[in-house]
């Protein structure tokens, strides 16, 4: 089989000082990677030049006859200027963007996907409201729905999770207790979901929570309880 994605000796980085050196390598279809390294260590970087934000300045970066649109990208959060006045809605109908061409008119199959989407965050009812005025919990959230309305076969996902070790050094720094909410987690809360899909009893849903659990409490270990709980009582169902 043809690998997806191919770097031959690339060079990338800005102003002409590079940040990732000579790197080569595939990247078969349906793998599931993680790149990992060092603040400044390029990884950033990377992901940028294979959602065609970053041009190489030496070698060759083969996408394997994915257009750029078929590549979805959750940048950091501090790289969305989140003053801009643009509404949830608006933000997430992006994610149609190849579907639409831009200035098409907005189908209703496109918003139907979007309704989809947000609803599969648990933020159905926020449309309107401005992504400024959103928790950056939510505001995360707005992203992933933002992905599953692009529908794209490569999906890169750039420390989806920084939101939340800032929120931990914050307490960790100045002495805070820090609460994660698991916003209603299949099997793990009391409120139950309102979801078409019974996430109670759906396998798949409940092996995936169950490695986020696994997950945060090996990244958090040796974190004292006075400085970092998880809130298992949850909002109810229709917030």
């Known amino acids: 089989m043809r690998a997806q994605l191919t770097f031959k000796d690339v060079t990338l980085g800005y102003d002409r000082h590079p940040a990732v050196h000579h790197v080569s390598g595939t990247i078969a279809p349906g793998t599931l990677l993680a790149v990992v390294g060092p603040n400044g260590g390029g990884k950033s970087t990377l992901l940028k030049a294979l959602a065609g934000l970053v041009r190489p300045l030496e070698g060759r970066l083969d996408l394997g006859g994915l257009k750029r649109r078929e590549i979805a990208l959750l940048p950091q959060q501090p790289e969305i200027d989140r003053s801009f006045p643009i509404s949830v809605l608006d933000l997430v109908m992006l994610g149609d963007w190849g579907r639409s061409r831009g200035f098409g008119a907005v189908s209703a199959a496109s918003r139907e996907r979007v309704a989809q989407a947000l609803a599969t965050v648990g933020l159905s009812g926020f449309e309107g409201r401005l992504i400024g005025n959103l928790s950056a919990g939510q505001f995360q959230r707005v992203l992933f729905a933002r992905l599953l309305v692009q529908d794209a076969p490569v999906i890169l996902l750039d420390e989806p999770l920084a939101a939340v070790d800032q929120a931990v050094e914050f307490g960790k720094k100045y002495g805070v207790h820090v609460c994660l909410n698991f916003h209603?987690?299949?099997?793990?809360?009391?409120?139950?979901?309102?979801?078409?899909?019974?996430?109670?009893?759906?396998?798949?849903?409940?092996?995936?929570?169950?490695?986020?659990?696994?997950?945060?409490?090996?990244?958090?270990?040796?974190?004292?309880?006075?400085?970092?709980?998880?809130?298992?009582?949850?909002?109810?169902?229709?917030?």
Do not use: Q
């Open 184 to 239: 209603r987690a299949p099997g793990y809360t009391v409120a139950r979901p309102k979801e078409a899909k019974d996430l109670w009893t759906d396998a798949e849903a409940l092996d995936v929570c169950s490695m986020h659990w696994a997950h945060f409490a090996k990244r958090f270990k040796g974190v004292p309880n006075k400085n970092l709980s998880f809130d298992l009582l949850n909002e109810p169902p229709d917030i």
